[in-house]
């Protein structure tokens, strides 16, 4: 694929189309069934609209995402501004220890009044 070329000033290319980010083009590939599975819905009007929507948002937050699921968190909260987020509160953090075994890594850390091992 050639890369367009850009007129240094306007950013634009000779035709005056502005190159589209990574993350719009990400966000226009989506499939369908990634879209119905985001939204839980499966009708195809409901699908192409929140797409269309999705791709206006990135291209208006250009550069803002590093990946699509990052604008599509931002785009959903925004999208759905009632719905509840879930954050994780840590109360303290433990110190640990990775040991390695034969059996596999363990790390063990010790919290408030008892000392537990996972294994991975």
Not at 6 to 22: E, N, R, Y
Request: aromatic share 10%; net charge negative.
């Amino acid at each position: 694929m050639r890369t367009p070329q850009v007129a240094p000033l306007t950013g634009m290319t000779p035709l005056g189309i502005k190159p589209m980010g990574q993350t719009t083009h990400d966000a226009l590939s989506l499939s369908s069934g990634t879209i119905a599975g985001l939204i839980d819905n499966r009708n195809y009007a409901a699908i192409d609209k929140v797409q269309s929507e999705f791709v206006d948002f990135c291209e208006a937050h250009e550069g803002e995402f590093e990946t699509w699921v990052l604008a599509w968190q931002a785009f959903d909260i925004e999208r759905n501004p009632s719905q509840e987020t879930y954050e994780t509160e840590v109360e303290f953090i433990a110190d640990g220890s990775i040991v390695h075994t034969p059996a596999g890594d363990q790390f063990t850390f010790a919290p408030q009044n008892a000392q537990l091992s996972l294994g991975f």
